[in-house]
């Protein structure tokens, strides 16, 4: 009896291996593409595509699909002194804030510190977060904002929207 049972699971692990596998190929081929929103190159600060605003302008490097990405964003904003881009804010992507060039103050989850050149604030889904300018100079930074393809988006969190 014993013996039976083993060619039995041995199948069974490899029916399951192959169906799994199977599976990984059809998801991996029908999100496959050629092309993507952002393509493989060099973006100059004057091709970036503008967008001005009371705040000061952001330039957009790219944004959209890559390979690995959805609701991809690459920019530098230049924010006028005393002026945000927008007020504090939350997502439900990851994102990369650099401060380039400039002071102020981050906003981070109801508490705010100062920011100043060199600073990197890292941002989970729906953590809330901001950036003033509250120096007397135009502030630079960049963001790289993002949702991985494979990985469920993080459900926003009832109740917590001043977190």
Known sequence: MLQRIKPIAALGAGLIFAAGFS????VYASVAK????VPTGVIS????????????EMRIFGEGE?????????AAAVVKPG???????????????????????WRLNGKEFPAK?????????????GLLN????????????????????????????GR
Request: glycine share 10%; proline share 6%.
């Open 23 to 26: 599976l990984g190929v059809f």
């Open 34 to 37: 050629t092309t993507f929103d």
């Open 45 to 56: 600060w004057d091709d970036a595509r503008v967008v001005e605003g009371d705040w000061g």
């Open 117 to 129: 050149e060199g600073d990197v604030l890292y941002v989970e889904p729906w953590a809330m977060h």
């Open 66 to 74: 890559t390979y690995g990405t959805t609701q991809n964003l690459a």
């Open 83 to 105: 002026m945000a881009v927008h007020p504090a804010h939350r997502h439900a992507e990851e994102e990369y804030l650099v401060l380039a060039k400039g002071s102020g103050m």
């Open 134 to 161: 509250t120096g007397d100079e135009p502030l630079t930074f960049f963001v790289f904002k993002w949702n991985s393809k494979g990985v469920p988006a993080v459900p926003e969190p009832e109740g917590d929207h």
